[in-house]
């Protein structure tokens, strides 16, 4: 895995030919589940994919997960969501940079560059609006963790296509 700037990762996706662009996936990294949203085809819209397990014994599982993502999907870059704060580093932030460390250690997602995307209170927002719905805590959560990957993906997708000066509604 190889780390790049976020506008540069969108920027070499739009250079490459048509047959060949690629997918971009949104993590939203917990401690107990990280949350996937998938791009769509134009790399303009985010929808909820899926919540993974995590825990600190199945990386191996979750590297195989996103090995067959990244061929079901078309998938060339992840978007991993961070919580910025310019001031100092969060303990959050320390342990989604070494979730991210132990994926690339594997080895085994070479191809995938990725970048990472301010992710404050997305999963708060989510949690806000299913609070009237009144769901089961566990289902709530898997539903928060997926939605805040939305979230996470849909703030880089219309960052980078106003950068490039994409319209609003192609």
């Given at each position: 895995?190889?780390y790049?700037?976020?506008?540069?990762?969108?920027?070499?996706?739009?250079?490459?030919?048509?047959?060949?662009?690629?997918r971009?996936?949104?993590?939203?990294?917990?401690?107990k589940y990280?949350?996937l949203?998938?791009?769509?085809?134009?790399?303009?819209?985010?929808?909820?994919?899926?919540?993974?397990?995590?825990?600190?014994?199945?990386?191996?599982?979750?590297v195989?997960?996103?090995?067959?993502?990244?061929?079901?999907?078309?998938?060339?870059?992840?978007?991993?969501?961070?919580?910025?704060?310019?001031?100092?580093?969060?303990?959050?932030?320390?342990?989604?940079?070494?979730?991210?460390?132990?994926?690339?250690?594997?080895?085994?997602?070479?191809?995938?560059?990725?970048?990472?995307?301010?992710e404050?209170?997305?999963?708060?927002?989510?949690?806000?609006?299913?609070?009237?719905?009144?769901?089961?805590?566990?289902?709530?959560?898997?539903?928060?963790?997926?939605?805040?990957?939305v979230?996470?993906?849909?703030?880089?997708?219309?960052?980078?296509?106003?950068?490039?000066?994409?319209?609003?509604?192609?």
């Amino acid at each position: 895995m190889k780390y790049v700037k976020p506008l540069s990762l969108f920027q070499d996706l739009v250079k490459t030919r048509a047959l060949e662009k690629g997918r971009l996936l949104g993590l939203d990294v917990g401690d107990k589940y990280v949350g996937l949203a998938v791009s769509d085809d134009k790399n303009e819209i985010a929808a909820p994919l899926s919540v993974l397990v995590r825990t600190k014994t199945n990386i191996d599982l979750m590297v195989s997960d996103f090995q067959c993502l990244i061929s079901e999907l078309s998938l060339v870059g992840f978007i991993v969501g961070l919580p910025f704060d310019r001031r100092r580093s969060t303990p959050d932030s320390v342990q989604i940079k070494v979730f991210v460390d132990d994926l690339g250690k594997s080895g085994k997602l070479g191809g995938v560059k990725y970048t990472y995307w301010n992710e404050c209170f997305t999963s708060k927002n989510v949690e806000l609006l299913l609070k009237p719905l009144k769901l089961h805590p566990v289902e709530a959560k898997t539903i928060v963790d997926k939605f805040a990957a939305v979230g996470i993906l849909q703030g880089y997708l219309d960052y980078v296509n106003r950068k490039e000066g994409k319209p609003a509604d192609s």
